[in-house]
């Protein structure tokens, strides 16, 4: 079963940091971009930041620049969002999803196709 598993959510004050998980089983991240999407009450899912399927290129909404990294390591079948000076419009369910052979920019793209996790909540208030 192909299956991506989120975590590292949590309730945090504005200014801090969270990293989040994503790890993926019953295949390997090799051929495969991976996406992290988030979606807060009312809003349309969107993409936040995406990694092309050999890693060498990225992709960020304007609204993360500088302040969301994504990174990968496909020997543990691992892709990582670090967040940092997180703010209250960043709260949201944060899912990561996976496709394959696309570039950072077209996986940054919402879609229903591919593999998606379950999501992770994540809350920025004081």
């Known amino acids: 079963q192909l299956q991506l598993v989120e975590s590292g959510g949590g309730l945090v004050q504005p200014g801090g940091s969270l990293r989040l998980s994503c790890a993926a089983s019953?295949?390997?991240?090799?051929?495969?971009?991976i996406g992290w999407f988030r979606q807060a009450p009312g809003k349309e899912r969107e993409g936040v930041s995406c990694?092309?399927?050999?890693?060498?290129?990225?992709s960020y909404a304007d609204s993360v620049k500088g302040r969301f990294t994504i990174s990968r390591d496909n020997a543990k079948k691992t892709v990582y969002l670090q967040m940092n000076s997180l703010k209250p419009e960043d709260t949201a369910v944060y899912y990561c999803?996976?496709?394959?052979?696309?570039?950072?920019?077209?996986?940054?793209?919402?879609?229903?196709?591919?593999?998606w996790g379950q999501g992770t909540q994540v809350t920025v208030s004081s």
């Open positions: 990694t092309s399927s050999s890693g060498g290129s990225t």
């Open positions: 019953g295949f390997t991240l090799d051929y495969y971009a």
């Open positions: 999803a996976a496709r394959p052979f696309e570039t950072a920019r077209d996986m940054c793209v919402p879609a229903d196709s591919g593999i």
